[in-house]
T-cell receptor, first 111, second 114 residues
Framework: NAGVMQNPRHLVRRRGQEARLRCSPV?????VYWYRQLPEEGLKFMVY????????ESGMPKERFSAEFPKEGPSILRIQQVVRGDSAAYFC?????????FGQGTRLTVV | QKEVEQNSGPLSVPEGAIASLNCTYS??????FFWYRQYSGKSPELIMF????GDKEDGRFTAQLNKASQYVSLLIRDSQPSDSATYLC??????????????FGQGTTLQVKP
């Protein structure tokens, strides 16, 4: 769904740097989900947020990863001290309360 | 055992034929089922969802659900080369009504040959 906006579309980071991925949901959608798609693997749920609240972070790695969805502004997925294994496509999806629609994704490459 | 299982393919069909994509899932409590299409390098695009046993038709697409057999399928009639993509089956976590938190299969690659 073109309404879910993610940026940047491509991000290159050196090992040890921080990566910040942004997601603006479809206007009026209050539910945001982050997914990761590793090369040659399926989509994996990471975290579910509503405005100012993390509802379910059961899919988030225990360290280095965090997410937020502030009252104003986009949702942010933050990866600290990136490693090569973090290279993947990260997709954000939003939903009003039903079916989820995905943004175009951010392709993170760690060099 | 994988929670959502799909044949990775590739499934190759001639243009104009019916493509049949299959998916099985392990959690009997799953309530909602989705088919997404993903072109190479692009994002998943929702094409069908089904919540009740039986068939659901939308244009050239028909989703079929059999909860007793834990099986969901997607039929694409009059397949076109533009249908060539990876088709992802996704299901909700058992006992949850959250239709955004999904378990995805690995996807089936469909090739429609002119």
């Amino acid at each position: 769904n073109a309404g879910v906006m993610q940026n940047p579309r491509h991000l290159v980071r050196r090992r040890g740097q921080e990566a910040r991925l942004r997601c603006s949901p479809v206007k009026g959608h209050s539910h945001v989900y982050w997914y990761r798609q590793l090369p040659e693997e399926g989509l994996k749920f990471m975290v579910y947020l509503q405005k100012e609240n993390i509802i379910d972070e059961s899919g988030m790695p225990k360290e280095r990863f965090s997410a937020e969805f502030p009252k104003e502004g986009p949702s942010i997925l933050r990866i600290q001290q990136v490693v090569r294994g973090d290279s993947a496509a990260y997709f954000c999806a939003s939903s009003p309360s039903g079916e989820a629609f995905f943004g175009q994704g951010t392709r993170l490459t760690v060099v | 055992q994988k929670e959502v299982e799909q044949n990775s393919g590739p499934l190759s069909v001639p243009e104009g034929a019916i493509a049949s994509l299959n998916c099985t899932y392990s959690d009997r409590g799953s309530q909602s089922f989705f088919w997404y299409r993903q072109y190479s390098g692009k994002s998943p695009e929702l094409i069908m969802f089904i919540y009740s046993n039986g068939d659901k038709e939308d244009g050239r697409f028909t989703a079929q659900l059999n909860k007793a057999s834990q099986y969901v399928s997607l039929l694409i009639r009059d397949s076109q080369p533009s249908d060539s993509a990876t088709y992802l089956c996704a299901v909700t976590i058992g006992g949850s009504s959250n239709t955004g938190k999904l378990i995805f299969g690995q996807g089936t690659t469909l090739q429609v040959k002119p």
